[in-house]
């Protein structure tokens, strides 16, 4: 059996050529594996048009450990930190910062609204207290695209530095801190990258890092530390994850080759073209407004034919080689479906096709939701 295609907000598809970077051993004193930290560090620096004021921290573990690092070692005990929430993500970051044991202020909006820059500029200007901001770019939640340019120039004014999760986003969509300032970013291997899961990073200002030593309250996840360990000797602090980083040097070749952020969010777009007119075809409805899907990942709500039963769509699916997701909302019963990864037309294509035949298989005639004014 070939490897299902992973429809999914991560891990996701990988390249052959991805996988095969890993079938070797490397020493974490190793020139080779030193120099490809080095250049991964400088690469990704680079992808965020950062290179004259930021620099690169990797960080051991799934996505969540560097947003961990990055708001335990920025936001100082004394800070507080204004979360925008509009999904499970942002929830997220406010449980680390309580975690943590810093204090946190939230701004709320339902998962199918865009974060307001407006009520981020008057609830800053309304309280001094707030130190930091944190928000994330693509709340891979419902797949809404949060309009970050806006959010950033309102904390740029209100002099509040801006923390960003841009997870599912990073070398997909646009992000230059020439144009959108931010004191720190943070993404992981495994997903627009398209490398294989198992290190974060953190993209932040140099002179924020400068002054972030001692602020960490965990040993490893601070990103000073591993920040002067890199410094020092090349080296990471503690056991680095070495196929990992040696999968993700062979994924920016292979990014830059596509032609980086531009390109790749290209295939996506084309991905997410495919699949919602495609979807629609069979009856099925997106949550968001078009205006507000990222090319990413599909929310689409559940259908209301007695006969969809998901976990009966969803084996069927898997059965034909491709894996899709549950939802994660409270705000409509629903399912979603990735375009990201190594996929490009021919799998969606093939995804859809196999979304037929299984609805034949069940009985369903059409993915029609309820109508909006029912669900209400
Ligand atoms: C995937 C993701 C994360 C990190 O999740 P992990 O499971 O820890 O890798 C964080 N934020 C967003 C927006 C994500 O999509």
Same mark, same amino acid.
């Given at each position: 059996? =070939? ?25 974490? $004193? ?12 400088? $690469? ?28 335990? /070692? ?67 939640? /419902? ?15 209100? $002099? ?208 029609? =939701? ?7």
């Amino acid at each position: 059996m =070939p490897d299902p295609y992973l429809l999914t907000p991560g891990p996701l598809t990988t390249s052959a050529t991805v996988k095969a970077a890993m079938l070797h051993d490397w020493g974490s $004193r190793d020139a080779a594996f030193i120099a490809a930290t080095a250049s991964v560090r400088d $690469r990704l620096v680079r992808l965020a048009g950062a290179e004259e004021t930021h620099t690169c921290v990797l960080m051991q573990g799934s996505g969540t450990f560097v947003v961990e690092a990055m708001i335990g /070692s920025l936001v100082p005990p004394s800070g507080t930190l204004l979360v925008l929430v509009n999904g499970a993500y942002g929830r997220r970051m406010v449980t680390i910062a309580e975690r943590l044991g810093r204090a946190a202020a939230v701004l709320e909006w339902p998962e199918d609204k865009a974060v307001d820059a407006a009520a981020v500029a008057t609830r800053l200007a309304g309280d001094p207290a707030i130190s930091h901001v944190a928000v994330v770019q693509c709340e891979t939640t /419902s797949g809404l695209l949060n309009p970050l340019d806006d959010i950033a120039a309102v904390c740029a004014e209100q $002099r509040r530095p801006l923390l960003i999760d841009a997870m599912s986003a990073f070398g997909a969509l646009p992000l230059d801190a020439r144009a959108t300032p931010f004191m720190a970013v943070a993404a992981s291997s495994n997903k627009c990258l398209e490398g294989v899961p198992g290190l974060g990073f953190a993209i932040v200002r140099c002179d924020a890092l400068a002054a972030a030593a001692g602020n960490a309250p965990s040993l490893s996840l601070d990103l000073y530390d591993q920040w002067r360990g890199f410094e020092d000797n090349g080296q990471w602090r503690f056991t680095p994850p070495t196929h990992v980083l040696m999968a993700l040097a062979q994924a920016l070749d292979e990014h830059a080759a596509e032609g980086g952020t531009a390109g790749r969010g290209v295939r996506y777009r084309r991905n997410l073209d495919i699949l919602v007119s495609g979807m629609a075809q069979l009856g099925f409805a997106p949550l968001l407004a078009p205006d507000l899907q990222a090319p990413i990942i599909v929310t689409f709500r559940m259908p209301t034919d007695p006969a969809f039963l998901f976990e009966r769509f969803y084996a069927g699916l898997s059965q034909r080689g491709y894996v899709i997701y549950p939802g994660k909302l409270t705000v409509a019963d629903s399912f979603r479906i990735g375009c990201i990864g190594r996929i490009g037309e021919a799998e969606m294509h093939g995804a859809l096709a196999a979304i037929a035949e299984v609805m034949g298989e069940l009985g369903v005639a059409s993915g029609a =939701p309820p109508r909006l004014e029912a669900a209400k």
